[in-house]
């Protein structure tokens, strides 16, 4: 068994914080080299203690002050390092073997990308990188190498229902065999709240989600059905998959995390309680199973699944997903950054859960007035992003 050196990008978060418990269920396999986070930094200065981290990564100086008072641990402090390229650095870090790419949104996709082209074994839960990068993204797992383990849960699932590649290398083709990849959604907090009253919802009961502990972010893209846009994207990419085969289906209970349809009516399925310490240890052990921590599930005791259809009239976000994929990249990052501000300013109460819909409608409909294109640099998407975000953020304002 060789020791893996960890890089989390993001482990204050959900994400990183479940990576933080399955890794201490298994000292013997990981050590921790680096952390990093935005804004929880006394958070960031207990954790770094507990599992002693060799080195962290915290967005500017005052940051760094902050965790130099919040400094408890014994021994001396880790390397504090400053600011983005630090993080960039950080998962290109040759003293790293493995990168949790926990960093919720766009700003993650620099130092995910990074890790990508430095041949790291990448466990991916940074779907946005994926949303608005994803040629970019797997040309550099294929070019270097890297090892590519989805944490998502879908797409984790998936994984675990395609034949195996031993190696988790990049798939350049639609896996042999496969008719189409069945995407499963919970459907979230409103999926069946009168739809007249959605315009008055709060963001805690948009984040209430029924069966999942999530950030706040991910938490409105569910109840909104954006995120299950962003998966179908990421799945495209990550199993070379055409969109068109790629199918969305409601199911409340979210023990079945997703399913792959073989050509001879054969469909697997990957079942499980929700919670992200499965997938997580799935990556981080992968190819050895290894304790999760998790509870098992009685299939009894749950008595039932259930499935249905979607339903776009009550999930816009979710047909606005499928037209920016068929309208091409600069859509998608229109989407990804678009959607990004308006569920800032609906967690922050400047605007209302029904008008996100509508600043990635308007957003949307700015782009498909221009030449399409795809982007061969991080710079060009990184610079419609902020295009986006500028305009995306007049709109929240003006609303
Ligand atoms: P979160 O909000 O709980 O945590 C986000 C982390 O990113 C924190 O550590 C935060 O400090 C850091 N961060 C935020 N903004 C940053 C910035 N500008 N620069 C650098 N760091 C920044 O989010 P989460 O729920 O853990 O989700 C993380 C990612 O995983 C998201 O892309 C999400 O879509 C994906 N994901 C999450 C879950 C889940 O169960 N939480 C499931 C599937 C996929
Ligand atoms: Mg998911």
Redesign the pocket.
Known sequence: MIMQNICI????????E?TLDVIARHRDRFAVQTL?????IERLAQQAAVCAARAVVV?DVAARERFTRAWTGHGGLPEIRVG?QA?VDSAADPQVTTVMA????A??LPPTLAAARAGKRVLL????ALVAAGNLFMTCVRDSGAALLP???EHNAIFQCLPRSADARARSERPDGVRRLLLTASGGPFRTTDVSLLADVTPDQACAHPN????????V?SATML?KG?EVIEAHWLFAMPVADIHVVVHPQSRVHSMVEYRDGSILAQLGQPD?RIPIAYGLGFPDRIDSGVDLLSLAALGHLDFEEPDFARFPCLKLSFGAVRAGQAACVTLNAANEVAVANFLGRRIRYTEIARVIERSLERQAGRPSCVFNCLDDVLALDRETRTFASELCLAL
């Open positions: 990008l993001g482990s204050t978060g959900s994400i990183g479940n990093s986070a935005y804004s929880r967005p983005k993080l926990a960093i919720v949104g700003a993650g839960a940074n779907k946005e944490i998502d849960s999942w502990r999530m950030g706040r972010k991910i938490s893209d995120n962003l992200m």
